[in-house]
């Protein structure tokens, strides 16, 4: 999509369509000109339009304007949330995206509570993501959009709104990207696939540069958590590491991003019931984010120093795979009894987080992982777990998801959960029992990043959504971590 910002007289604006939001007791925008505006009251009155919440009217051939058509969009009596601003967005993306209209202009709202910044980047975003398909396993593919362009129009002259469509652009680019990555078979979307989207970034972007471990090199290097994992699999595991460097590096090091990137999860020996365990698919979900999250910083060129880690592997069960009751040690040195062995994300998890600080000293990790299904139980489809050991850390990534409407909640890493994961014969083990699983998960992790600030998103219940046709990936929580970084790296 492209898009544009203009202030050029409405009237004399070429388009397809133009859009324009309208309250129930907001008044008519006044950069309509006066005969539109008479027409819209009398299609108000006729009753085909009552600006009711999400309602989408279209109306032909408005008076003294350069557009072909308008799109009425309802926004209802109340002034809109963010989210569901949002949503409107795109309910009417989609809606001009199955129209004839190649060219649509979009008139900013003076009356909504956010910016016209803000409009312009979320926007720009949310109607990026709205055009997505993904169809390459379709033998015919549905007739492609003909929306092409996307001017915002507002009568000021507003000169941060170039950038910040630019900068929205590059967002839903990079949460398609992991959008692409979560919805690819697990049959063509493995470890050594990942390793390769990670070295064709790599070619496509200078500043990136992209190393694998391979399954042995990581086996020798000491990481036997995920090593355990990776060897009940035919496909072999692979530790992901791209290094951005859109910054020189510093004496505080690079902010550091790991992915948990299980190509998919049967559950291993510890099988997973049968229903649903397609959806395990996207057990790589963390890393799609991550994967996406890079690709949105190399299109925009950030000045910031990342590493981001992907620790990929395929959990299966095997004669090779790992047993309840196995004890491994980690590249951290402490041990770990497995009990159960579909409690692997944190296994692979553990191994890449210590790595990362033993290797690139980062201030500061961030992993991203479809952890648990108790998260899914806790929180829903609406808000990602968030933990940290550091407190502004953790409101510096909610602070992010609320700015993007890609909404993060707090959750607590207290000393006393930490006992569910004593063992008899380990350091740890892998489960804490079925009381607060998610949290449980999160305090085995937090074992591992002891001495770095350190925060862990559980996207089991945001990554992923699961009605009907509309099943698939999301690409959370690349708005989240794209805003976090712009912000404060
Ligand atoms: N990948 C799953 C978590 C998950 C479940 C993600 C549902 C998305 C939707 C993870 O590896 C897992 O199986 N976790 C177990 C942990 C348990 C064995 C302690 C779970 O949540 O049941
Ligand atoms: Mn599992
Ligand atoms: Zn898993």
């Not at 709202?109 to 390459?136: A, I, K």
């Not at 690079?254 to 190509?263: D, M, Q, R, W």
């Amino acid at each position: 999509m492209d898009f544009a910002v203009s202030n050029r007289p409405l009237e004399k604006s070429k388009a397809d369509a133009l859009v324009v939001l309208l309250g129930k007791k907001n008044d008519l925008p006044q950069a309509l000109p006066s005969a539109t505006r008479e027409q819209i009251s009398q299609f108000t009155k006729a009753g085909d339009f009552n600006a009711s919440k999400g309602q989408l009217v279209w109306l032909h051939a408005p008076q003294d304007l350069n557009a072909d058509r308008l799109l009425l969009v309802g926004t209802g009596d109340s002034p809109l949330s963010d989210q569901g601003w949002l949503s409107l967005v795109h309910k009417a993306t989609k809606t001009l995206a199955s129209s004839p209209v190649k060219q649509a202009m979009w008139l900013l709202d003076d009356t909504h509570t956010q910016t016209l910044e803000w409009q312009v980047r979320e926007g720009s975003r949310v109607v990026e993501e709205s055009t997505y398909r993904f169809d390459n396993y379709r033998s015919k593919p549905a007739p492609a959009s003909n929306l092409a362009k996307l001017t915002f129009w507002h009568a000021e002259k507003d000169a941060t709104l170039t950038k910040a469509h630019k900068t929205g652009k590059a967002v839903g680019l990079g949460v398609n990207v992991a959008r692409d990555l979560g919805n690819l078979p697990p049959n063509d979307c493995y470890p050594e696939y990942l390793s390769g989207v990670a070295r064709d970034l790599g070619k496509e972007y200078e500043k990136l540069t992209v190393k694998v471990l391979s399954q042995a090199q990581a086996e020798k290097m000491g990481m036997g958590a995920f090593h355990a994992v990776a060897k009940g699999s035919e496909r072999q595991g692979q530790i992901i590491v791209m290094e951005y460097k859109g910054a020189k590096p510093t004496k505080q090091g690079p902010v550091a991003l790991v992915g948990k990137g299980i190509t998919f999860d049967t559950g291993g020996i510890s099988l997973k019931p049968g229903a649903t365990m397609d959806e395990m698919k996207y057990d790589m979900g963390g890393a799609a984010s991550v994967f996406g999250s890079v690709k949105t910083v190399c299109e925009l060129d950030l000045p910031i120093h990342l590493v981001a880690v992907v620790a990929a592997a395929e959990n299966m069960p095997d004669g090779r795979a790992a047993r309840p009751g196995d004890i491994v040690k980690t590249l951290s040195g402490q041990t770990v009894e497995i009990l159960n062995t579909d409690a692997e994300g944190r296994l692979v998890l553990c191994d890449a987080l210590t790595y990362v600080q033993q290797k690139h000293k980062p201030h500061t990790v961030i992993d991203i992982a479809t952890l648990t299904g108790a998260c899914v139980v806790a929180l829903g489809a609406h808000a990602q777990a968030v933990y940290s050991n550091d407190d502004d850390l953790s409101e510096a990534l909610l602070a992010a998801g609320k700015e993007t409407g890609d909404r993060g909640w707090p959750m607590p890493l207290w000393d006393e959960y930490q006992g569910q994961l004593d063992s008899p014969f380990a350091d740890m083990q892998n489960i804490g029992g079925p009381k607060a699983g998610s949290i449980t998960a999160a305090c085995f992790l937090s074992r591992f990043t002891k001495e770095v600030k350190w925060a862990h998103l559980d996207i089991a219940g945001t990554a992923w959504t699961s009605g009907g046709m509309s099943k698939g990936a999301t690409g959370r929580p690349v708005p989240m971590l794209t805003r976090y970084l712009m912000d404060n790296a």
